[in-house]
């Protein structure tokens, strides 16, 4: 008797012992995107010269999202590739992690290397426009270089100097030995949100007084927008070598950041060419919530 009612008591919750869950499917959309580094400055970086309808632009929210180094890709800030106007092969979108939109040199070197991989390397200069407007890159020997303008020159102030390379920068000096031990958030946090660079505030960058060895200036630099120190700055490699040519002299100078080293040329008092590495370690997809 007690094997029947097993039985019957079975065979009446069998099909909810066996039926399957009711999956919800829904339509996933993706963007293709390619990894790039400059000298430990990296990017996310997508091509949207072939995007049809409304120019897309990716939230503030996703942004920070995917430049999380521990939950997402992990970058210093987003490129996007667009279609340029009349006289450019394209147009460069520079986005922080915070979603908001500046320019970057070292953005700009990547997105010219990336461009020109695109063509086959078939191309060895281009121009670009960015934020700040018109751009030039060329390929010297082996490395992408670009064109940087300083719409404000050298400056004191009572926190350093001030320099305007494309974005707002402060240059300070410190002795080379001293570089590595310093406490960069500490120092740097307060300046960048410092009342007299409102409202934009401004990228805090510590230069070495004199050069190694080789002939390079050490340096680190705290990012606005990244809200942290990066491995490397262009615009603010380019704002330290305008600050040592106003204070000492000089058309050419190497830098070496923690992430790599960067060359700086000047072609007259306020154009400088920026030269360096990149490398584009991989690729992938991201899934657009």
């Known amino acids: 008797m007690l094997k029947l009612d097993l039985m019957l008591q079975y065979t009446r919750f069998a099909p909810l012992l066996h039926s399957r869950p009711r999956i919800q499917r829904c339509t996933l ?6 990894k790039l580094n400059a000298a430990g400055n990296d990017f996310i970086a997508f091509d949207l010269r072939g995007a ?43 986005l922080n992690p915070d979603g908001s939109e500046a320019f970057c040199g070292n953005g700009a070197r990547a997105a010219f290397a ?25 390929w010297v020997e082996g490395e992408p270089c670009v064109d940087l303008m300083l719409t404000e020159l050298p400056r004191d102030t009572a926190h350093g100097a001030f320099v305007h390379s494309g974005t707002e920068h402060l240059v300070l000096g410190m002795p080379g030995d001293e570089l590595s031990g310093l406490d960069l958030d500490a120092l740097a946090t307060p300046l960048r949100h410092h009342g007299d660079f409102a409202p934009n505030g401004v990228n805090v960058n510590v230069v070495a007084t004199t050069p190694d060895a ?70 992938g997809t991201i899934l657009l919530s």
């Open 52 to 94: 049809k309808g409304a120019p897309w632009t990716p939230t503030p929210a996703q942004t920070s999202q995917w430049c999380e180094r521990r939950r997402g890709i992990g970058a210093d800030g987003v490129l996007l590739m667009r279609p340029g106007g009349v006289g450019a092969d394209f147009h460069l979108t520079f």
């Open 214 to 283: 080789d002939g390079f200036y050490a340096m680190r630099t705290y990012e606005k927008g990244v809200e942290g120190e990066t491995l490397s700055c262009g615009s603010g490699t380019v704002a330290a070598a305008a600050v040592l040519r106003w204070s000492s002299s000089g058309e050419a100078f190497k830098f070496r950041a923690p992430g790599g080293t960067l060359g700086v040329v000047f072609a007259d008092e306020k154009r400088a060419w920026l030269s360096g590495p990149v490398e584009m370690p991989f690729s």
């Open 29 to 34: 959309q993706t963007m293709e995107f390619v």
């Open 114 to 138: 990336w461009w020109r991989s695109l063509s086959d390397n078939a191309f060895n200069e281009a121009h670009f426009t960015a934020l700040d407007g018109l751009h030039e890159g060329h």
